[in-house]
Every structure is written in C-alpha cells, then in structure tokens.
C-alpha cells in the first residue's frame, strides 16, 4: 500500500467527516445526486452558482445545508430543519379543493426584477419563498397537501439544500441505481444485500468474487467484512476489472489491504483435476478469447467512474463532473487508498489448498456457465455461491450443467422484488415510478462428488 496518501485516523468519527473522504451529496430531495470528494478546493455548482465545499468539512452526516448569498458571494450554510406541524389543519380543511383554481400566471403579483432586487438587497432565500406566498393570489384558496408543493417547488429554486449522506453500499447502490443502472449492471440494493446474505458473506471469510459492475460488489463484500477475512477479485486475461466505486466507500487502509486481485489462470493451477491448462484447456481458451472484447468495455468503463470527482446528474442522464479548481496539490494529495493490489503467493497457495468459503459472480457480459464451471472448483466442499444476472435464461443454462455435472446442491433461482412507499400524512402509497425489474440471482452449495473422496 502507498504511504504518501492520507487516511483518517484509526480514532476518526466515521459519522463526521474529514478532509479528503468521500460523500454523496442528496441535492433538493433527491432531484440531483453527487459524490464528491471533501477538500479545501473542491466546488459545487448548484444552477448556475459555484459554493465552496469546506463548510461541509467537520460536520456529522445527515447534516442539511442551504445555499445563501454571503460576502463572498454562494455560499452553503447550515440549517435545522423545522417541522412546521401542518397536519392539525387537515380536517377542517377537508371540505376544500383546487377545482376553482386556473393557472393563467396571473396569481403572481411579484415580477422578476423585484425578485432580481431583493437578491440585490441581500434577501435570502426563505424570505423569497415567503414573499412569492404572500403575493400569491391563490395560495390560501388550495389544500393543505398544494400549499406544500407550492412551497417546496419555490423553495427548490430559490433556497435549494443539500443533504450530506454518508456514502457505504446502499446509498451509493441506490444513487447508482437511480441515475445510471448500466454502469453496475442494473444492480438493485435488494439484489445486493440478497448476494451478500446467499454467498453467506460473515466475518473472518475467504470471499472470491468476479466483479464487472464497477466494484459496488467488491466494496459491499469489503464493508460487511469490516477489516476481517479476504476479498479477492479475479478477472480473466492479464488487465483486472476496474473497481474504482470502491474509492467511494471511505474504506480505512486495514480494509482496502484485504481486498486483492488474483488473475483465473493463478488460482486454478496446481488444483487437482481443474487446472486451467490441464483439466479443461478448451474452456479455458474459450474464456480467453472472450475476455478481450470485455477487457475494452473494461477500460471504457474505468475512465467514466474515475472518482475525482463524480457528479451523478438527473438533469443530462448522465456522469458530469463537478467544477473543481484545477491543478490544486492539496486535492491531489487527498486521493483514498486505492484497493486491489495483487494477491501474494503465499495467500495464493492457501485458497487453492483449502479453497474459498463463498463466491458471488456479477459478470452481465459473460456467460454465466463459461465462468462458473471454473470457479466451482476454487471452493471449498459446502461452500455456498451466488451468481447475478441481468436475464435469466444465462443461469438457467449454468442451473442445468450444474445439476448434471453433480456440482452443487440446493440451487435455486430468486428473482428478487421490491416495493417502496411514500409515508406521508394522509399520503401513503406506492410510488407511481418504481422498478419493477432487479434482475436474477442463481444460488447453492457445492458438494464433494464421489471420484474427488476418492482422490482424498
């Protein structure tokens, strides 16, 4: 491991942060959503205005902020969100709707250059807010429930807020997820947690894990061991599969040294009836030749999640970066530790003796059998395993040969289905835009067959 890069103190608050970690930003309620690194240089545009990250620097996570107009021009600044109590209100005002009212923009009495002038004057945005209301001709004739979205949209606009999130395996999942599913293979977080809990993922594990969707896997398995066991991510051909979502995970250097790389053909040679130029050369080849087409998608998708700094944007559908002063040494100096360094010998010689105590496959551009027939073996006996994908029909294949090779026992194949809630007063329902689709998980135990007690 480098040395030269810092890292929090073994004493740190995980729950504060610190100068150089990793945080997601929940801009407006979760219209906007960034990850971006903590340092004195580092930037944020919010519409059209640039505001300094430092203040968010020291502070717990969970912390709301608001952007303001300070001496020195935006700036974002703390608040403690007030619950206002509106729900008393409810029933006397059951009887009233909005069928009366036309949206013909003429309910506005403020115009735009007396706006332009409050902000001239140094109004914040709250008082914006609260003189956009009292001008509003229609205001008090709507419900409670569009008083509130009328206050909330306005409020977006002219006081947007930043809620500090502590970035571990569900929020960037979700984040990920929500924005841009094709960069970790349209990868849920109820499939995620439902991977770790099939391949039994505990502590002190020997976990092997074959990674293509950008290391959220690598790093969720890092997480749940908690600076216990080993995570090795193997990868076919000589160039390893970026897990650059790792960086994001605020992983102390004890963690990042436990998670190493080891390519396929290392850990199947020297095992006994499974080596990768003796047991199976054909399959192996087969493998090889696929790997290429996968090693450029690979490298495509190593340039697109380097984590600088990473701006995950609803308004273009797409990766932006946040405007952050260039050539700073003090952001540069800041990096996390990068994990996934080689795997040693010694290390090596111990998986292929006593093999590995769980496996978990989320490779959507492999073929499912093609991998898997060559990691079996790399376990121990009554190992469990799980394989994600995004189509069934690849598992069902790699279900059958397993079942007829007499590989594993008690395979099974989960489709896994979520259903999320808004929880409001008087407003809870399902969401109207959920998805409905999280893809497939393959699972079961490998078993010992006859020929290899044999051979024991």
Known sequence: MSKNKPEPDSNQNPRVTWEGCSVLLDI??????????????????????????????????????????GREGPCLSRVIPINEGKGDCQIKEESKDNRALVDNNTAQSLTGEEIDEMRRQGATGDEIVEALIANSATFDKKTSFSQEKYRLKKQKKYAPRVLLRRPFARSICEAYFKKYPARIGFLRVDTLSLLLSMANVTTYSDVLVVDMVGGILTGAVAERLGGTGCVCNTHLGVTPYPIDIVRIFNLSNEICKRIVQSPLTELCSGQNGVSAQIGQPEAVCNIKSQSNEEMLSSSSLSHSLNMGETALSSEHGSLNSISETAASPVIKACKATKAGEKASQEAINIWRENGFSSLIVAAPDLDAWSIVKELIPLLSFSAPFAIFHQYIQPLATCMHNLQLGKMAIGLQISEPWLREYQVLPSRTHPHMQMSAFGGYILSGTRICKDDQLKQK
């Open 28 to 69: 407006n309620d979760g219209d906007r959503l960034v990850f971006a690194r903590l340092t004195a240089g580092s930037t944020l545009k919010i519409g059209n205005k640039n505001c300094s990250l430092q203040p968010l620097i020291g502070c717990p996570f969970g912390s709301l902020f608001e952007l303001e107009n």
